[in-house]
């Protein structure tokens, strides 16, 4: 969704003494380095046949247009963690606000004047999300109305993403992995942004 740079060579995310105090972080960089991972091949398979990604920094009207975005249980402790501890002070404050008054249904509380506050730590869905040729029109969701411009994950790469939030869920040795890949456990996780209740968050700030 909105806020992409245009896709460069992805970097893992990189804040070693908070990574070295929450282990569960690693698992959320790893899983968001691999997404990015597959992103980038899947952008540059589609630029190679003449595709031009549309997605930029400061777009942001699929923010807006869509209403179910999925979010894993990690992410959202990684949401949680990056407007608490790494977010500027002054957007958190600004951010607060929207979080408080979100109700259920409104459209993702974490897009601030048109940037996405939380880019570093989007959820996959939101990673996974590029539309290629022509911005979308305000209020177009474009994997209904042209699903032929938009993005189809690498499935290796979306899953490589699932893969390692594996471990956040005790499922850490190869064998429990794989059987909980065959049953989609990650996916079956999956609650909708827009429904969560983001005042919990808002009160964590003043904390
Ligand atoms: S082109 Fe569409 S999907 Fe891409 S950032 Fe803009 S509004 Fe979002
Ligand atoms: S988290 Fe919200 S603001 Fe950020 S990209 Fe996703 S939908 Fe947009």
Redesign the pocket.
Known sequence: ????PAYGKPQRLKFPAEEAANKWLGYAFDAYYRADVGVAKGIEQAERQGRKL???KG?????K?HTTIPIFPLEMLGLYWYVSKIMPADARNRLKAQLASHVPGNPCPFLLEGVCSVHPMRPLACRH???FD???AEG?D?FHTRREDVLTPIKYHQDAAYAAMLPFHGFTTPAQQQVAMQHRYIQQQAQVLQEMDWAHLAARIDE
């Open positions: 969704m909105s806020k992409k549309a997605c930029a777009c942001s009207s699929c923010c247009s999300f590029n539309v022509q911005v979308c177009e474009a």
